[in-house]
């Protein structure tokens, strides 16, 4: 069963930039990525200095030669669950059955988007149905973007950030009710119209063209943009006893995350958790330097360890010489 220094559960952004630092650390990393990153179905990654338009694939293919390069050990495959042995060391286990032993455990397994309910929104998601307007207003802009309400306040929110990139933005009232008068005044001061009545589906195969109301009436549309919370992935961690938190701002739930100090330390000794798994919409940049951040931190931990039991060891020896 091989041993390392630090496991790294996931290898996006995140997870590969915390396995670069403990690598370049000298320390023995093993990074285990099942190949499905949140962002995959996004053809480009934004707002990441130095590497502003690279796909996922591509980013994650070089971070991928760059750790390996230093040492660490990338392994294809998901983990099923990580426990703690009497020793102190921790047993992750693969779905494959196979299992490795770690002293120290990087969580960095992301998150899932999920998304309403409504047909055609899943088969463009990341393409022409968006939740960012940092990572994909550019690309739309000028288009006919519309805004699809389930929480009234975040959608208005939504609607007046959008309008930012486009002159043509659609407020879809959906199952969200009618806005306040303050809101009303915000959206008609920006030239934001709303549309009345359940939505029921989106229109188009290759490109999105249109929104369908209950009524059977279709807006025009060339993007349309949803609020979809973000569940942490980490039931893995759960045999520890880490839990997912329920994140809420104002009034409104925006998912789950793993919660942690600021070095990214969890509950659990030994155990730390960086990048999506922790805060649901931090962009990739932010989760690269959380990744950082975490490994930097596991490996002072690591030397706080050896230079405790090196201390021990010395002066267990020096009792053993004295007469």
């Not at 196979?98 to 899932?112: D, E, P």
Request: hydrophobic content about 45%.
């Amino acid at each position: 069963m091989a041993i390392y220094d630090v496991v790294v559960v996931g290898g996006s952004a995140a997870g590969l930039s915390g396995a670069l630092a403990l690598a370049r650390a000298r320390r023995t990393v093993a990074v285990v990525d099942d190949g499905d990153p949140r962002n995959a179905p996004a053809a480009h990654v934004h707002n990441y200095l130095g590497r502003e338009g690279a796909s996922p694939a591509e980013l994650y293919a070089v971070g991928r030669d760059e750790v390996t390069g230093y040492g660490a050990v990338v392994l294809n495959g998901s983990v099923s669950t990580v426990t703690r042995g009497d020793d102190g060391r921790f047993r992750v286990t693969l779905a494959d059955g196979g299992s490795l032993v770690a002293r120290r455990v990087l969580a960095a397994s992301g998150a899932r988007d999920v998304l309403p309910e409504i047909p055609g929104l899943a088969a463009h998601w990341g393409k022409d149905v968006l939740h960012c307007p940092y990572c994909h207003g550019w690309e739309v802009q000028d288009q006919q973007i519309g805004i699809i309400a389930q929480n009234l306040e975040s959608a208005v929110h939504q609607a007046l950030m959008w309008r930012q990139w486009s002159g043509d933005v659609v407020l879809f009232l959906h199952t969200a009710g009618e806005p306040d008068s303050g809101q009303a005044e915000q959206l008609a001061a920006r030239g934001i119209r709303t549309v009345p009545g359940e939505v029921t589906g989106v229109e188009g195969e290759s490109r999105l063209t249109g929104v369908r109301l209950v009524t059977g009436q279709v807006v025009q549309r060339q993007a349309v943009v949803v609020f979809a919370p973000l569940q942490a992935r980490a039931g893995y961690l759960a045999d520890l006893g880490i839990e997912p938190v329920e994140q809420v701002m104002g009034n409104l739930s925006v998912g789950t995350a793993v919660p942690v100090d600021a070095t990214g330390a969890t509950s659990v000794p030994g155990v730390y958790a960086a990048g999506n798994v922790v805060v649901p919409m931090m962009q990739v940049i932010g989760a690269a330097a959380a990744g950082l951040g975490a490994g930097a931190a596991i490996n002072a931990d690591l030397i706080a360890e050896e230079t405790e039991h090196a201390v021990a060891d010395s002066l267990s020896r020096r009792a053993v010489r004295q007469p």
